[in-house]
């Protein structure tokens, strides 16, 4: 096991940790985030001036609780991610890699999608900006997912490519 990553720094599995912590971290925040959300929504709906949510009020409720259900599921999975690295179980790390394949399919949509929107509305360059954070955020992303697949592999103890 000593195939490295992160430009050599560390191996696989230590990237692994990383990338299970860091997600952790984010899945911790962004509950919080839209937990605060939800409530300023239910509670004080006067503070939101967008004129869109106070038309669909229960529309952005909904989502915002939908992102808490998706934020939970993924810090379980990170949690996952770090138990299997620390047991050495790839069978626990398999969540976490799948539900990223998913959320690269769809985030990867979902920026081509709002990039024709805003450009049909005639924010190009506010869909170029888009695009660009969007391919910045799908890099990192499929780079972690590069990382881990090859840890799972190694602990699979299959031939690394």
């Given at each position: 096991?000593?195939?490295?990553?992160?430009?050599?720094?560390?191996?696989?599995?230590?990237?692994?940790?990383?990338?299970?912590?860091?997600?952790?971290?984010?899945?911790?925040?962004?509950?919080?985030?839209?937990?605060?959300?939800?409530?300023?929504?239910?509670?004080?709906?006067?503070?939101?001036?967008?004129?869109?949510?106070?038309?669909?009020?229960?529309?952005?409720?909904?989502?915002?609780?939908?992102?808490?259900?998706?934020?939970?599921?993924?810090?379980?999975?990170?949690?996952?991610?770090?138990?299997?690295?620390?047991?050495?179980?790839?069978?626990?790390?398999?969540p976490?890699?799948?539900?990223?394949?998913?959320?690269l399919?769809?985030?990867?949509?979902?920026?081509?999608?709002?990039?024709?929107?805003?450009?049909?509305?005639?924010?190009?360059?506010?869909?170029?900006?888009?695009?660009?954070?969007?391919?910045?955020?799908?890099?990192?992303?499929?780079?972690?997912?590069?990382?881990?697949?090859?840890?799972?592999?190694?602990?699979?103890?299959?031939?690394?490519?």
């Amino acid at each position: 096991m000593s195939e490295t990553c992160c430009c050599g720094c560390c191996t696989v599995g230590q990237g692994t940790l990383i990338i299970g912590i860091l997600n952790i971290i984010g899945g911790i925040l962004s509950i919080i985030r839209d937990s605060i959300e939800v409530n300023i929504m239910v509670y004080y709906p006067d503070q939101i001036k967008e004129a869109d949510f106070q038309q669909n009020r229960s529309r952005y409720i909904t989502v915002e609780c939908i992102e808490i259900f998706m934020a939970i599921v993924y810090f379980i999975f990170a949690c996952l991610m770090v138990q299997g690295y620390r047991m050495r179980n790839h069978r626990l790390i398999m969540p976490w890699l799948i539900w990223n394949y998913v959320s690269l399919c769809i985030v990867a949509v979902s920026i081509v999608i709002l990039f024709i929107l805003l450009a049909v509305a005639g924010a190009v360059a506010a869909g170029f900006i888009m695009l660009a954070m969007g391919g910045i955020f799908l890099a990192v992303q499929t780079y972690f997912v590069f990382v881990v697949k090859r840890f799972v592999t190694e602990l699979k103890g299959g031939a690394i490519y």
